[in-house]
């Protein structure tokens, strides 16, 4: 009877590391990635980033250069003026917007099964860099009626619609695991046994945290991390989930090292 009591409390035991595993990381994607807020929240401000504003300024000047509207003879006066304005068009209104719905886009994508395109319209952007310069300018310039570009192909990544079906799920899976370790304790025949072995599935959670946490850029996929456009941003991530994990998969290790040690101890007590 104890021993059946003692596979019981096993198979409760391995439900409870495994939760415990997962538990830390599947709630950092869940709030950070799945989450449309949490991935605005860390994709926004990344509009003061030199790189990402060369891609859209760029963008928006080859399209008022490159679509005919101006007249040669005046062409080469507008560009450097045009340039000119791109350079601070990041510190207006109008980028952040455009940044913002850009980034909503790009959170749309990822979540939609197969490759998408991630269009942005520069009209608006076109339009505020286009103001300043036509005061040296003899002539307006008209604004185009679409000014639609693809700022890159975000790529197929199957693993993310899988996880916003699951890790809503994700932060029950603390909880649920105090539960099966707390059951596992009440069912074991040998409860000092099943403590020590408590505090190492502890260890393993924790181990198997920091794992991850520590070479998750090991983990994604080259498609992905250096994909143009997506792969800078990819990265963010990937060194924000480092940062927040390390640690607490440290603290889980050391708190299931502490009870392994409680659990020995009981153990070695009882023996004398």
């Given at each position: 009877m104890s021993t059946a009591r003692d596979l019981l409390a096993l198979?409760?035991?391995?439900?409870?590391?495994?939760?415990?595993?997962?538990?830390?990381?599947?709630?950092?994607?869940?709030?950070?990635?799945?989450?449309?807020?949490?991935?605005?929240?860390?994709?926004?401000?990344?509009?003061?980033?030199?790189?990402?504003?060369r891609t859209v300024s760029d963008s928006a000047v080859a399209e008022i250069m490159g679509d005919g509207r101006i007249p040669g003879w005046l062409e080469e006066r507008v560009t450097p003026l045009a340039e000119e304005q791109a350079e601070n068009l990041t510190g207006t209104e109008v980028y952040g917007t455009l940044w913002e719905a850009t980034m909503g886009e790009l959170h749309h994508a990822l979540f939609t099964p197969g490759a998408s395109a991630l269009d942005v319209d520069l009209v608006p952007v076109i339009d505020t860099i286009l103001t300043p310069v036509e005061k040296h300018l003899p002539i307006d310039i008209?604004?185009?009626?679409?000014?639609?570009?693809?700022?890159?192909?975000?790529?197929?990544?199957?693993?993310?619609?899988?996880?916003?079906?699951l890790t809503p799920w994700a932060h029950w899976a603390g909880p649920a695991a105090l539960v099966l370790l707390a059951a596992a304790l009440l069912v074991a025949g040998h409860r000092r046994t099943m403590l020590a072995l408590a505090g190492l599935g502890g260890i393993a959670a924790?181990?198997?945290?920091?794992?991850?946490?520590?070479?998750?850029?090991?983990?994604?996929?080259?498609?992905?991390?250096?994909?143009?456009?997506?792969?800078?941003?990819?990265?963010?991530?990937?060194?924000?989930?480092?940062?927040?994990?390390?640690?607490?998969?440290?603290?889980?290790?050391g708190a299931g090292a502490l009870v392994m040690s409680l659990g020995l101890v009981l153990m070695g007590l009882h023996r004398r």
């Open positions: 198979i409760l035991l391995l439900g409870a590391t495994v939760l415990g595993a997962l538990w830390l990381p599947a709630t950092w994607l869940h709030d950070n990635v799945v989450e449309r807020d949490g991935f605005l929240a860390v994709t926004v401000p990344l509009a003061d980033d030199p790189q990402f504003q008209p604004r185009p009626e679409s000014a639609a570009v693809t700022l890159a192909t975000i790529p197929d990544v199957p693993l993310l619609p899988a996880l916003s079906a924790g181990a198997a945290v920091w794992w991850l946490a520590a070479g998750i850029e090991r983990l994604v996929p080259d498609r992905v991390d250096q994909a143009a456009f997506l792969g800078p941003i990819v990265q963010v991530f990937e060194d924000r989930f480092q940062t927040a994990l390390v640690p607490q998969g440290v603290i889980l290790l």
